[in-house]
Every structure is written in structure tokens, then in C-alpha cells.
């Protein structure tokens, strides 16, 4: 099974709101990955986590603040965003190690929208 | 700072002709990837291209690897309509770190027309 799942599928918010995106893996995976995809552009690294710490961070502005909770959780919280953040948000995750090993496979993805 | 160009960018091809994509990026590397992405969906892996002329296909898909030159091709043979959809490259652009950093290429849209 190489699913990631990705909840909600779209989500609609305000600049004042507060809201989560979560993404789940039962691979046995202990990478994860949060990008963006604005439309008809590639996907944009966020944040890594590996074996549930964070590994990388893209200059991410503070107003994104990912949480692993465990090896199969990822979340990422939403806070005073702007319409421009408006994008496809994807999560992956990937064994790890071995390197050589280390597909990402990535999950469906949330459609967020700042209004 | 790693850099990976695609190309061509739009492509649009008739049924039952070849075609290549290439995939050209600027610093060493030893893992590539190929991803497909259909519009409004998720992205699915199609290769990983470990060493030097390394070459994987699927179906009617092959893909290839030169690390001298830091390219790589993505070849479509007799081409068919579900073929359509966005191809990305993605290069692995860490070494000391578990899990991989991927930087993607601009994506090359591909329509297939009968």
C-alpha cells in the first residue's frame, strides 16, 4: 500500500482564521514532506521531517507551522494567512533511509483558499 | 544553489508518434526522478534514476540518466491519448540528511492528440 492520505480536500478560510491540514501514512515511512503547488507550477519544498524531527525548513514564513506528532502524522497549522498562500498543499512521505531507496510518494493533496 | 530545466515546456503530440522530454540540472546528483501529474490531482512516481546510464522503462515510457552531462530523457514511444498530462523531473539536491530534497523542474504539459 502506498497511500498517503490528505484531509480535508479543500478548505476555504479568512485571514483571522486558524486551521489545520493533515496527512497520514501507515508505510512504515519516517520522512515527511509538505510542499506547495500554485497552479501550473511544480511543487515547492516547505518543510522535512525525518524520523518525526524537523530536517528542513525553506524560509518558510512563521504564519505555516508544521507538527509531527508520530511517525505516521504530519500536520501543518494555518494561521494570519494571505490570499497569495492560496495553492494545492501536498504532503509525501518517503522510507528515509536507505537513500537509495527514498521515493517520495506523495498524497492527494488539500486545495486551500484565503479569501 | 541547484537549478532544473525542463524542456520542452508544452508539448503536443499526435497518437502513434515519439517523443523525447528533457531534463537537464546544474549541480551533482545522485538520484532523479520521474513524476507524472494529471490536472486538479496528485503527483504519481513513475522512475528513480540511481547511477550513470541507468535506463528504466515502463510501458511506453523510458527513461535515462547521464550524470556526466546532468541530463535526463523521458521518452514516449507510439504515444496514446492517456498519456496526456504534466511530466515533472525531480532531482535530489541533499547528501547529508535522511529522506531527500527534491527540486522540480518547470514540468512539461503534454497533450496527445488523435
Known amino acids: 500500500d502506498t497511500e498517503v492520505t490528505q484531509t480535508p480536500k479543500h478548505l476555504v478560510m479568512g485571514m483571522t482564521n486558524k486551521k489545520s491540514l493533515k496527512c497520514e501514512q501507515h508505510?512504515?515511512?519516517?520522512?515527511m514532506y509538505w510542499y506547495k503547488q500554485k497552479a501550473k507550477k511544480p511543487p515547492e519544498l516547505m518543510f522535512v521531517?525525518?524520523?518525526?524531527?524537523?530536517?528542513i525548513n525553506e524560509s518558510v514564513p512563521s504564519r505555516f507551522s508544521p507538527e509531527c506528532p508520530n511517525s505516521s502524522l504530519l500536520n501543518l497549522h494555518l494561521h494570519a494567512l494571505q490570499p497569495e498562500d492560496s495553492a494545492l498543499y501536498l504532503c509525501?512521505?518517503?522510507?528515509?533511509?536507505?537513500?537509495?531507496?527514498?521515493?517520495?510518494?506523495f498524497g492527494p493533496g488539500t486545495r486551500l483558499t484565503v479569501l | 544553489e541547484l537549478k532544473v530545466e525542463q524542456n520542452p515546456l508544452f508539448l503536443s503530440m499526435q497518437e502513434g508518434k515519439n517523443y523525447t522530454i528533457y531534463c537537464n540540472y546544474s549541480?551533482?546528483?545522485?538520484?532523479l526522478y520521474w513524476y507524472r501529474q494529471d490536472p486538479g490531482k496528485s503527483l504519481e512516481s513513475l522512475f528513480v534514476?540511481?547511477?550513470?546510464?541507468a535506463v528504466k522503462q515502463e510501458g511506453r515510457l523510458m527513461a535515462s540518466l547521464d550524470t556526466k552531462a546532468r541530463l535526463s530523457t523521458l521518452h514516449i514511444t507510439a504515444a496514446v491519448h492517456d498519456l496526456s498530462a504534466t511530466y515533472f523531473c525531480?532531482?535530489?539536491?541533499?547528501?547529508?540528511?535522511?529522506?531527500?530534497?527534491?527540486?522540480f523542474g518547470e514540468g512539461t504539459q503534454l497533450t496527445v492528440n488523435p
Open positions: 549541480t551533482t546528483s545522485d538520484r
Open positions: 534514476l540511481l547511477s550513470n546510464g
Open positions: 509525501a512521505s518517503s522510507q528515509g533511509l536507505p537513500r537509495w531507496a527514498d521515493t517520495q510518494y
Open positions: 508505510m512504515g515511512h519516517r520522512a
Open positions: 521531517y525525518s524520523y518525526e524531527k524537523l530536517s
Open positions: 525531480a532531482v535530489d539536491g541533499t547528501k547529508e540528511t535522511s529522506g531527500s530534497r527534491l527540486t
